[in-house]
């Protein structure tokens, strides 16, 4: 038997770094997707083949080249790190000890704050736990990919395989969600060429909060009362054009507040004012930041901004809100 799940990636369009100090944040799920092929191996061994990233000892046959950046063995190990601790939570759920063989495409880029690594654990959560007749609700397959998180990061705030096994959008704080209601955003997003490593950025905005409360409680609290308003507006029965503009305009107060808690770059800064100064109705740092990618909401103007991020350096991918979270086949 086997059986093939497939999750999202996501974008958070509010909240990153502030949900982990409890605030609320709103992340979408986005039409690229992490494919993994499940099936039971009577030698009782666990083997992990990666059709996307350069692993010595791995398969490697992925190539849809415009979507994917970068392909290191350090990269490929901590995508394997979540996939091994998935099985084995799993394994565990289920009480059984069995041979598991998983084979992962991916159409997310690994590193760019995407969330490559919550779509991978989920993704091989949901195979795995349909392979081993354990029945899981996405609640719980999304607490299961909190739990990896936490055991490979140290710290999470779970937003990642939460939106990742629930799809759509989501208001998310402290390990709670809540589905808002759809609506089409045009995005673009714009990776850096570089990853941010989500779990130093996170413990670098710890030691600011630790040194500097007094400055940084203030921004935190800001950020919280921020994605309220957004959540807000979503909600809101607006006019579609003003309900874009007002969100556009939080995207850019978000950005600041992100960069006062120092996890812009230069490059991020240069890609979000290329979109603004091509018509974006707002942009700003998507993820841990430190690299990795920020969005821009471009109604009407997805390719103006796109070629302004090609331009600024930077890889623009024109992508869509998913429905979909986790698919089991
Ligand atoms: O690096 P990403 O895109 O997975 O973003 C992580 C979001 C943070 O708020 C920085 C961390 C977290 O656990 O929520």
Redesign the pocket.
């Known amino acids: 038997m086997r059986v093939l799940a497939s999750a999202p990636a996501k974008v958070?369009l509010f909240g990153?770094?502030s949900?982990?100090y409890g605030k609320p944040?709103i992340a979408a799920a986005i039409d690229l997707r992490t494919f993994v092929e499940a099936e039971l191996r009577d030698d009782g061994r666990i083997r992990i083949e990666a059709h996307d990233i350069k692993v010595p000892g791995l398969t490697v046959s992925f190539s849809e080249s415009e979507i994917y950046f970068e392909t290191d063995y350090g990269k490929a190990a901590e995508v394997l790190s979540y996939v091994r601790e998935a099985i084995n939570l799993v394994l565990e759920e289920a009480g059984k000890k069995t041979g598991v063989k998983v084979s992962i495409t991916s159409q997310i880029p690994v590193g760019a704050?995407?969330?490559s690594?919550?779509a991978v654990a989920i993704a091989t959560i949901g195979a795995v736990a349909k392979l081993l007749g354990l029945e899981l609700t996405r609640e719980e397959i999304a607490k299961l990919g909190h739990k990896v998180?936490l055991l490979v990061q140290g710290?999470?705030?779970?937003?990642?395989p939460t939106v990742s096994a629930i799809g759509g959008f989501i208001y998310y704080e402290k390990g709670r969600f809540e589905n808002l209601p759809f609506m089409e955003l045009p995005i673009v997003v714009g990776y850096t060429g570089s990853s941010?490593p989500?779990k130093e950025?996170?413990a670098m905005v710890r030691r600011r909060y630790e040194d500097m409360p007094e400055l940084m409680v203030p921004i935190i609290e800001a950020m919280g009362k921020l994605v309220e308003k957004a959540r807000d507006l979503i909600t809101a029965e607006l006019d579609e054009e003003e309900k874009l503009r007002k969100l556009g305009e939080l995207m850019n107060i978000n950005h600041g507040l992100l960069d006062a808690l120092g996890v812009s770059t230069k490059k991020l800064s240069e890609l979000v004012y290329a979109a603004r100064t091509a018509g974006a109705l707002g942009a700003k740092i998507?993820?841990?930041g430190g690299g990795?990618c920020m969005y821009a909401l471009a109604p009407g103007k997805q390719s103006e901004v796109a070629t302004a991020i090609t331009i600024a350096g930077g890889t623009p991918m024109v992508t869509q809100i998913s429905r979909e979270g986790l698919r089991v086949e």
Do not use: N, R, Y
């Not at 710290?155 to 990642?160: F, K, N, T």
């Open positions: 958070i990153e770094h949900v982990v944040a704050g995407l969330g690594s919550a998180e710290a999470s705030s779970g937003i990642d941010g989500t950025l996170v998507t993820g841990a990795g």
